[in-house]
């Protein structure tokens, strides 16, 4: 889809084999170009390893912050045992197996909701907000928790990248803000197996 939209086309308009095309707003496209800098073949590999790092480096951010274990052994023993059980899962696999970038933004997530990044706690959230709308909860759990300086950061990072979306690319963002963020059959059918909505699960 990247490689149509750097040729001239539009961007939301190409479709794979199976017939789904690209779902994420416009800024993730210019996020996601060097992806289109190599084979296929040899980003995937990479992609792959990234991506497996990504998952372990998530269960250690989560476990250094709420293991109870105190000693080095018992820490090791619980992160280990997470590992395999995070990696283990459905749908940890699935995003695995389809090079999603969910483990990704899940670690954009976990710094700033974990207090990671504490100066500039929001920004992380409102990128990953920008790349992919799902984040968009966490700026609402800010706001439930009423962390008003990490929602309006938050806020202004996803405005401000959507901003570089429009700017860059403005015929996909027009298409996509009134058309292709409501047409939900793009991302495939209600009753697919790996849906996990609460809607797809009723």
């Not at 086309?9 to 992806?35: D, H, R």
């Not at 800098?37 to 372990?56: D, H, N, Y």
């Not at 909701?113 to 609402?140: D, E, N, Q, S």
Request: hydrophobic share 55%.
């Amino acid at each position: 889809a990247i490689r149509h939209l750097s040729t001239g086309g539009a961007l939301y308009s190409w479709a794979n084999e199976t017939g789904f095309g690209f779902t994420y707003p416009p800024v993730a496209a210019l996020i996601l170009q060097p992806l289109t800098w190599g084979s296929p073949a040899l980003v995937g590999r990479i992609w792959l390893v990234l991506s497996l790092v990504a998952a372990v480096a998530a269960v250690a951010l989560i476990v250094r912050r709420l293991s109870p274990a105190h000693s080095v052994l018992g820490r090791a023993a619980l992160y280990l045992a997470c590992v395999g059980l995070f990696a283990g899962a459905a749908q940890v696999q699935s995003d695995l197996i389809t090079g999603q970038i969910n483990i990704f933004l899940a670690v954009m997530l976990i710094l700033d909701i974990g207090g990671y990044t504490r100066r500039t706690r929001g920004v992380l959230t409102g990128l990953a907000a920008a790349i992919k709308l799902t984040p968009l909860i966490a700026v609402a759990w800010f706001v439930a928790t009423r962390q008003w300086r990490a929602a309006a950061i938050s806020s202004a990072t996803f405005v401000a990248a959507t901003l570089v979306g429009w700017i860059t690319c403005p015929r996909d963002s027009l298409d996509y803000w009134t058309r292709a963020v409501r047409d939900t059959s793009r991302v495939g059918q209600l009753d697919l197996p790996m849906n996990a909505s609460v809607l797809g699960t009723l």
